[in-house]
């Protein structure tokens, strides 16, 4: 196993030195050259002394984007993405929260970045790669860096509307590598057909097994999202065999009938995270590709993307949950009742909150010691010496087959009429509804009224007709309202602050 991530682009840079890496829209990157450009940005900041400092990488979605990443890491500095369409409000409180050594960004948005940048330094991409790496400072850095220190700090919407920056290590990143590799075999022959924003932790997964495993990822236009027809013959023309999407992504090319209608000759593997995958859905993409891979990853930004994972090896009905299944290697989740007392795979549907401790757990939130008090524990089964676990917040259970069951977040947990209601559990029975392509539950407590949102072809009597069978009266949505889209936020999952302004 690795110490640092740069050592598995310094091995791709040598086993793989012309083979491609990245490709975007504009621009193709081999490992030799990312290595380069990359040393090149690390001399800039070793040059200038910065050590173990939050490093602002300011530009649009690209091969770029991971050069600075890695430059970041070969420095011994960590990095923030910061998505150029961001909101400028939502930019300065996070530059309030990291106060940056630097801000990395190109001639295009220069100005832009003056906006909010206010006393931090700001380097130009284009001026930085013309350094001549100097292998003495970069090795001193790398040197003096440990597995334990900060690789990244991504932000993720607080439920207050306020940032978290997320700290993860290098340690935690390199562990999670070696279990995906391990897990879905990925390798040099393997071609990802890159979705996630490079600010959303589902994009770890993309890069770093590219850099490990010297694969080649292809970064998917947004636009083409938009586009089936584009966006399959891109896969196409491509020849991406593996893709790690986010579940809205998957369902919206189910519900335009493309993926029956494109077929991809190469895809054999398609991993999915981030939020519910319905089976109505996913059993459209197993028709069309009865011999792929499909794989459920779970896990919140808080435990370096993923910490439980079911790879689907029957058959479902579109009525039923998929099960996020069992925790990966070298991790250990734990389901703790109210009383903090564990949960058995022997006691199933009885619910409790999903709990993680291992190397994956984050380090906290930066800046934040209130939040990080709150959210990283201490172990209450551990009363003998000093152990992290992190609450995320969700409610699960096991199944009978002994595997972990989503039900919902805690904070989508509300007591209606009496009874104490998960509206995952509303949503996935509207979700196998035919006519229904995307559905949110939302709780009105001024009003006590459950309120679905929803976005299809179906009238609102039908959807209830059709539930009744599946859940009881007091679980049927009060409200019903029809979309004509769903709101979507920037990691491309169902919006539900945006929706609760409509209650």
Same mark, same amino acid.
């Given at each position: 196993?690795?110490?640092?991530?740069?050592?598995?682009?310094?091995?791709?840079?040598?086993?793989?030195?012309?083979?491609?890496?990245?490709?975007?829209?504009?621009?193709?990157?081999?490992?030799?050259?990312?290595?380069?450009?990359?040393?090149?940005?690390?001399?800039?900041?070793?040059?200038?002394?910065?050590?173990?400092?939050?490093?602002?990488?300011?530009?649009?979605?690209?091969?770029?984007?991971?050069?600075?990443?890695?430059?970041?890491?070969?420095?011994?500095?960590?990095?923030?993405?910061?998505?150029?369409?961001?909101?400028?409000?939502?930019?300065?409180?996070?530059?309030?929260?990291?106060?940056?050594?630097?801000?990395?960004?190109?001639?295009?948005?220069?100005?832009?970045?003056?906006?909010?940048?206010?006393?931090?330094?700001?380097?130009?991409?284009?001026?930085?790669?013309?350094?001549?790496?100097?292998?003495?400072?970069?090795?001193?850095?790398?040197?003096?860096?440990?597995?334990?220190?900060?690789?990244?700090?991504?932000?993720?919407?607080?439920?207050?509307?306020?940032?978290?920056?997320?700290?993860?290590?290098?340690?935690?990143?390199?562990?999670?590598?070696?279990?995906?590799?391990?897990?879905?075999?990925?390798?040099?022959?393997?071609?990802?057909?890159?979705?996630?924003?490079?600010?959303?932790?589902?994009?770890?997964?993309?890069?770093?097994?590219?850099?490990?495993?010297?694969?080649?990822?292809?970064?998917?236009?947004?636009?083409?999202?938009?586009?089936?027809?584009?966006?399959?013959?891109?896969?196409?023309?491509?020849?991406?065999?593996?893709?790690?999407?986010?579940?809205?992504?998957?369902?919206?090319?189910?519900?335009?009938?493309?993926?029956?209608?494109?077929?991809?000759?190469?895809?054999?593997?398609?991993?999915?995270? #981030?939020?519910?995958?319905?089976?109505?859905?996913?059993?459209?993409?197993?028709?069309?590709?009865?011999?792929?891979?499909?794989?459920?990853?779970?896990?919140?930004?808080?435990?370096?993307?993923?910490?439980?994972?079911?790879?689907?090896?029957?058959?479902?009905?579109?009525?039923?949950?998929?099960?996020?299944?069992?925790?990966?290697?070298?991790?250990?989740?734990?389901?703790?009742?109210?009383?903090? +007392?564990?949960?058995?795979?022997?006691?199933?549907?009885?619910?409790?909150?999903?709990?993680?401790? #291992?190397?994956?757990?984050?380090?906290?939130?930066?800046?934040?010691?209130?939040?990080?008090?709150?959210?990283?524990?201490?172990?209450?089964?551990?009363?003998?010496?000093?152990?992290?676990?992190?609450?995320? #917040?969700?409610?699960?259970?096991?199944?009978?087959?002994?595997?972990?069951?989503?039900?919902?977040?805690?904070?989508?947990?509300?007591?209606?009429?009496?009874?104490?209601?998960?509206?995952?559990?509303?949503?996935?029975?509207?979700?196998?509804?035919?006519?229904? +392509?995307?559905?949110?539950?939302?709780?009105?407590?001024?009003?006590?009224?459950?309120?679905?949102?929803?976005?299809?072809?179906?009238?609102?009597?039908?959807?209830?007709?059709?539930?009744?069978?599946?859940?009881?009266?007091?679980?049927?949505?009060?409200?019903?309202?029809?979309?004509?889209?769903?709101?979507?936020?920037?990691? #491309?999952?169902?919006?539900?602050?945006?929706?609760?302004?409509?209650?």
């Amino acid at each position: 196993m690795k110490r640092l991530v740069t050592d598995y682009l310094d091995e791709s840079a040598v086993k793989f030195a012309e083979k491609i890496a990245f490709s975007d829209e504009n621009r193709e990157i081999t490992f030799k050259q990312l290595q380069t450009e990359a040393q090149s940005i690390a001399t800039y900041l070793c040059q200038k002394n910065i050590f173990k400092k939050p490093v602002i990488i300011y530009l649009d979605k690209s091969v770029e984007v991971i050069c600075c990443f890695m430059g970041a890491a070969y420095s011994g500095n960590f990095y923030t993405p910061i998505d150029t369409s961001m909101p400028s409000s939502r930019i300065e409180k996070i530059l309030e929260t990291v106060s940056p050594a630097l801000i990395i960004t190109d001639k295009k948005h220069f100005e832009s970045c003056q906006n909010f940048a206010s006393s931090t330094e700001i380097k130009l991409y284009e001026d930085l790669i013309k350094l001549i790496p100097e292998q003495t400072l970069i090795q001193n850095a790398l040197n003096r860096t440990i597995d334990t220190d900060v690789l990244y700090v991504l932000f993720t919407s607080g439920s207050t509307g306020t940032p978290k920056g997320v700290i993860i290590n290098q340690k935690a990143v390199i562990d999670y590598a070696e279990w995906v590799t391990e897990t879905f075999d990925i390798s040099s022959e393997t071609v990802f057909g890159e979705q996630a924003p490079f600010y959303f932790d589902n994009s770890i997964l993309d890069i770093y097994q590219t850099l490990k495993n010297g694969a080649t990822c292809h970064i998917i236009p947004q636009k083409f999202f938009m586009l089936p027809k584009n966006l399959f013959a891109f896969l196409t023309e491509k020849k991406v065999n593996t893709i790690f999407w986010v579940p809205s992504a998957l369902c919206i090319m189910a519900n335009l009938k493309a993926v029956d209608k494109f077929i991809v000759p190469t895809l054999q593997k398609i991993l999915f995270c #981030g939020e519910v995958m319905p089976n109505k859905q996913l059993n459209i993409w197993r028709k069309a590709y009865p011999d792929a891979l499909y794989a459920n990853l779970y896990g919140p930004t808080e435990i370096t993307d993923v910490c439980a994972y079911y790879i689907v090896n029957r058959e479902f009905s579109d009525e039923e949950s998929l099960p996020i299944g069992f925790p990966c290697k070298n991790t250990d989740i734990l389901i703790l009742d109210e009383s903090d +007392k564990l949960i058995s795979p022997n006691e199933p549907d009885k619910k409790g909150e999903l709990c993680v401790r #291992g190397t994956c757990n984050s380090l906290g939130y930066y800046n934040n010691p209130e939040k990080t008090q709150a959210a990283f524990v201490q172990n209450p089964l551990n009363k003998n010496y000093r152990e992290i676990i992190y609450r995320t #917040g969700d409610i699960v259970h096991y199944n009978r087959f002994g595997e972990i069951m989503y039900d919902s977040r805690k904070d989508f947990q509300i007591k209606h009429m009496g009874h104490r209601i998960e509206l995952g559990e509303i949503e996935t029975a509207v979700s196998a509804v035919d006519g229904v +392509k995307q559905n949110c539950c939302l709780y009105d407590s001024e009003k006590s009224k459950i309120v679905l949102f929803y976005t299809g072809t179906i009238e609102p009597q039908e959807i209830i007709d059709a539930i009744k069978k599946s859940v009881p009266d007091y679980m049927i949505p009060n409200k019903k309202v029809h979309l004509e889209q769903m709101p979507m936020n920037m990691n #491309g999952k169902i919006d539900r602050t945006e929706l609760k302004k409509q209650l």
